[in-house]
């Protein structure tokens, strides 16, 4: 029997629409706003402008996809949060509006709990799924944590950053070299021509399985200060060697703690998610460590790592075969639900 599920994810900058048919994706459009890149961050005002205007288009598109009509749709999932409320309440409204319209039961989803989910989207080239329980390093621009994943809504976080997110650590060390918005797939490109041992930077100690980033970004910062006063072209210089030290450091602390997880565990199946789970540097690491320590690993193709509503509809199918349904006076929130 088909289950047709529509997703929106409006949390950020991307205004996304998917249709899955059950957990099988039929459709995934993504449509990034590019009137941030000026502005060298996401502008929240003009992020929720940018989704009014792309969302019905978006929507028209998954489902014309998708091959289906409107009417097959069993059900609307939608980002609840965490994100930009402005951004949110468009996604949220629109699937109020097209819940009462279509009269199909809206299903809420956490947007972090849809980045794990996003490892059991099937599709042709896409069928291993992970078996729980799991760990999984959530990696993405406000958000680092390790995640014990018992079943599809039953997660721990077991470590977290207690400052700055990997992401975010990416997009500032990017803003400080002058590279463009976002930085994280701009240093990973770059890193590629570059030695990753050519520069050091300091390491926090943090206890447990947390993490920081902002002492690293300061590092970076004031080494940066101190080169251009010897060479104001030190920079561009030495840019892809720049590039492949920082990306270098940010994954070895990401891995010393994952390692650290799943030996206090005992679990060997680990997953990667978030939009900084697109990091070649990092899918090196997980290699590495998946021989070294004999794990199954499970890394999400590109089009799933990064913002998307795939995520969001298959997150949406597993509550909604739980009857799990959000009523029509749900509202946003901007921050992760205080249910972990
Ligand atoms: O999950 P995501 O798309 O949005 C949030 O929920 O935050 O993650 C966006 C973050 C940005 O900080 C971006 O620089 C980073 O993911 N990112 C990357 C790569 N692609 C995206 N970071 C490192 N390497 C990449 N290839
Ligand atoms: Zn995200």
Redo the contacts with the bound molecule.
Sequence with gaps: MNTYILGIES??D?TSAAVLNGTRLCSNIIASQKVHEKYGGVVPELASRAHQQNIIPVIDTAIKEANINKNELQAVAFTRGP?LLGSLLVGTSFAKAFSMAMDIPMVEVD?MDA?ILAHFITDEQHKKVPEFPFLCLTV????TQIVLVKDYFDMNIIGQTIDD????T??KAAKIMGLPY????V??KLAQQGDPFAFQFAEPRIPDLNYSFSGLKTSILYFLRDELKKDEQFIEKHKANLCASI?HTIVDLLMKKLILASKQTGIRQVAIA???S???G?HQAMQQAAAENKWEIYIPKLSY???NAAMIAVAGYFKYKQNLFADHNTTPYARQSIKK
């Design positions: 949390s950020c991307e994100g947007h980045h993405s621009g406000g958000h997110a990997a992401g975010e990416f997009d976002p930085g994280g797939p240093i990973d990306q978030g939009g900084v697109a990091n070649s990092l790592s990064t913002d």
